[in-house]
């Protein structure tokens, strides 16, 4: 299968004459032993006879140089050009732009619907006086841990252990 690839990239330099003698013995070779790209140089054959009558223009003076020259411009260009986002926004596709849309907003609406609680009237402190923060923000796993948890064994074998050491 390799040797096939190798041997089929060389099949138009084969038909133009191109090859070197060591090269075109071994690609002869090759087509000697296999039918897949026998076929396949008789269809390039083929399709260079239908080419042969057709007038190829002469190359313009200088084509080379202005193709390169167009293209470092547009190198410059899209460089210096940057992100357009209303660019964007025109050429993608109407589901895209929805989810565009869609995220941001849900992500706005999941913020105020779990933003908007305020601690009970109990919790709520006295004008002018210093909020407590885990009733503020109930975070309570700060205090102690409940009794029969496995936190609160865990203490107690904690210090159980080192008051039978000492």
Do not use: K
Not at 71 to 94: C, F, M, V, Y
Not at 96 to 105: E, K, N, Q
């Amino acid at each position: 299968m390799f040797t096939c690839f190798r041997h089929r990239r060389r099949l138009g330099a084969y038909l133009d004459g191109e090859l070197s003698g060591r090269d075109r013995t071994s690609l002869e070779r090759h087509l000697g032993a296999c039918a897949s790209c026998r076929a396949l140089l008789s269809g390039l054959e083929g399709t260079e006879q239908l080419l042969a009558p057709l007038d190829v223009p002469p190359v313009p003076p200088g084509l080379a140089d202005r193709i390169t020259a167009a293209a470092r411009d547009r190198g410059r260009e899209a460089a210096t050009a940057g992100w357009n986002p209303l660019l964007w926004w025109r050429t993608t596709s109407p589901p895209l732009r929805r989810v565009a849309i869609g995220i941001p907003v849900a992500g706005l609406i999941a913020g105020l619907l779990l933003g908007w609680t305020s601690p009970p009237p109990g919790e709520r402190a006295a004008v002018g006086a210093q909020p407590d923060p885990l009733a503020v923000y109930r975070i309570d796993y700060l205090g102690d841990s409940p009794a029969g948890s496995l936190a609160d064994s865990y203490m107690q074998l904690v210090a159980a252990g080192d008051e039978g050491g000492r």
